[in-house]
């Protein structure tokens, strides 16, 4: 399975933000999407979740135009988690992660026990069983992000997109996501797009790297070619910050006196 654009626009009526964006994302791999803030990227992960349409352009999913999914095909197919901040009310985490066998249940939404499972299974694949009888106002931004990516597995997707999902977690909380995305594309052989600003981390766990620039350019490649051509040192540098290709880590130009 495979996602691709091809001369894809995206942005909103009378403005476009990102276009002629081509690139493949492949079943089995951890592709990241990275660029300056402000730069489209949350416009691009909304086009493909169908939350906006595309301007102009084409994106498939294994050869199916995403643009001609029913509502039901791409709840089934397609799984989001957004950065926004989420209120949970009373629920439980069990309670949660089972919204995502809404696309499966049909019109009662009661679960049987193949759904049960899913949601079991869901649970133990991000370690968040032990959350599963928890109000989700007594657990952390970590294991509620934890407990929001198994309800988008719960969808059984072809495809999981993840806007900043790091964006409320400590620094252990953020290496133990990505970590978890790369794993849960290989083993459940899902093709996986995450938009993050953790450059260096995101750089050594994906197998493909999707790179907006400040003029709206995407350049796509592993984070190799990307390092070694220049490209990330051109995106990130900055008079006080260069990326240094052997580290791969971004260091001081030079260091101020004490």
Same mark, same amino acid.
């Given at each position: 399975m495979t996602l691709r654009l091809d001369a894809l626009s995206v942005g909103y009526r009378r403005h476009t933000v990102l276009t002629g964006l081509s690139a493949v994302a492949g079943r089995g791999e951890l592709t990241i999407l990275l660029g300056p803030n402000g730069v489209g990227k949350s416009t691009m992960i909304r086009a493909l979740a169908g939350l906006q349409p595309p301007l102009s352009g084409g994106m498939s999913l294994d050869g199916a135009d995403l643009t001609r999914l029913s509502t039901t095909e791409r709840a089934r197919r397609i799984a989001v988690v957004l950065t926004e901040r989420v209120s949970p009310g009373l629920l439980t985490g069990r309670e949660l992660v089972s919204f995502g066998r809404h696309p499966h249940t049909g019109f009662t939404g009661a679960l049987g026990q193949r759904d049960r499972d899913v949601v079991a299974w869901a649970l133990d694949v991000v370690?968040?069983?032990?959350?599963?009888? !928890?109000?989700? #106002? +007594?657990? #952390?931004?970590?294991? !509620? =992000?934890? $407990?929001?990516?198994?309800?988008?597995?719960?969808?059984?997707?072809?495809?999981?997109?993840?806007?900043? &999902? #790091?964006?409320?977690?400590?620094?252990?909380?953020?290496?133990? *996501?990505?970590?978890?995305?790369?794993?849960?594309?290989?083993?459940?052989? *899902?093709?996986?797009? %995450?938009?993050?600003?953790?450059?260096?981390?995101?750089?050594?766990?994906?197998? /493909?790297?999707?790179?907006?620039?400040?003029?709206?350019? $995407?350049?796509?490649? /592993?984070? =190799? =070619? $990307? %390092?070694?051509?220049?490209?990330? #040192?051109?995106?990130?540098?900055? +008079? =006080? $910050?260069?990326?240094?290709? %052997?580290?791969?880590?971004?260091?001081? !130009?030079?260091? *101020? &006196?004490?």
């Open positions: 370690d968040a069983t032990h959350l599963a009888d !928890r109000d989700l #106002s +007594e657990v #952390s931004d970590g294991e !509620r =992000q934890r $407990l929001l990516t198994a309800r988008a597995l719960a969808q059984e997707p072809d495809l999981l997109l993840l806007d900043e &999902p #790091s964006a409320f977690l400590d620094a252990p909380s953020r290496v133990a *996501l990505m970590g978890l995305l790369r794993r849960l594309a290989t083993e459940r052989d *899902l093709a996986i797009v %995450v938009s993050t600003h953790e450059v260096e981390l995101a750089l050594r766990l994906a197998d /493909t790297a999707w790179l907006i620039d400040a003029h709206g350019t $995407l350049h796509t490649g /592993t984070p =190799q =070619q $990307l %390092v070694s051509d220049g490209t990330v #040192s051109a995106v990130f540098d900055t +008079e =006080q $910050l260069r990326f240094d290709p %052997v580290s791969g880590t971004f260091e001081p !130009r030079e260091r *101020l &006196p004490a």
